[in-house]
């Protein structure tokens, strides 16, 4: 069966700290991959996909990256923490399928910059 | 204008009562739809696929209109446990990007 594991699962950073998240995922090849983040009481925000190994599309200009380096491995990173940068950051994935396709998510990391 | 637009809510409910949530999407070329559901904290969950044709789970009716551009959920005999956020999904770019609604926050009261 697929599984996907995310850590840390709370973090807490000073501004100006870097940061690195990480995501795998087992028991499927060639995954989408799917970086959001969820300010508190608010929705989903898609910040990097990636259809294979080294492809990331990026939607949110900001001073985050994303990384690819292996098919089922996904990297959030960014070299300098800001305040707005606190929230709850979720990894998932999925395999295209239609009107079946289903994205299954990591438990979350809860990022909190002071 | 946003990609997927739902209404935040929050709906106030009774149990057993019927409820219904619309999304909209501006893509027309957008290829897939879901509801998923988000308990307080934690990740969020498929409820169910949005068929073409409109499909029902049990209390739950998912309807899909393209010509409009919007996606249904109704919520029938709604149970405390109901109590939770729903969010719109559409899938784009042949299917790789899936981008969420904001969420509609239902709280079902005894």
């Known amino acids: 069966s697929q599984t996907i594991h995310q850590w840390p699962a709370t973090l807490v950073q000073p501004v100006g700290s870097p940061l690195s998240l990480e995501c795998t995922v087992e028991?499927?090849?060639?995954?989408?991959l799917y970086w959001y983040r969820q300010a508190a009481g608010r929705g989903l925000q898609l910040l990097f996909y990636?259809?294979?190994?080294?492809?990331i599309s990026s939607e949110v200009p900001q001073n985050l990256s994303a990384s690819r380096p292996q098919d089922r491995q996904f990297i959030l990173s960014s070299k300098k923490l800001l305040l707005s940068d606190s929230g709850f950051y979720l990894c998932?994935?999925?395999?295209?399928?239609?009107?079946?396709?289903?994205?299954?998510f990591g438990q979350g990391t809860r990022l909190t910059v002071v | 204008r946003k990609e997927v637009e739902q209404d935040p809510g929050p709906f106030n409910v009774p149990e057993g009562a019927t409820v219904a949530f619309n999304c909209t999407y501006s893509?027309?070329?957008?290829?897939?739809f879901f509801w998923y559901r988000q308990d307080c904290r934690k990740e969020p969950k498929l409820l169910m696929s949005?068929?073409?044709s409109g499909n029902e789970d049990g209390r739950f009716t998912a309807q899909l209109n393209r010509a409009s551009q919007y996606i249904s959920l109704l919520i029938r005999d709604s149970k405390l446990s109901d109590s939770a956020t729903y969010l719109c999904v559409v899938t784009m770019e042949y299917g790789n990007k899936l981008v969420f609604g904001a969420g509609t926050i239902l709280r079902v009261k005894s």
């Open positions: 998932a994935w999925s395999v295209l399928g239609g009107e079946n396709t289903e994205a299954f």
């Open positions: 028991g499927t090849s060639n995954p989408n």
């Open positions: 990636s259809v294979g190994i080294g492809q």
């Open positions: 949005v068929y073409s």
């Open positions: 893509n027309s070329a957008s290829q897939s």
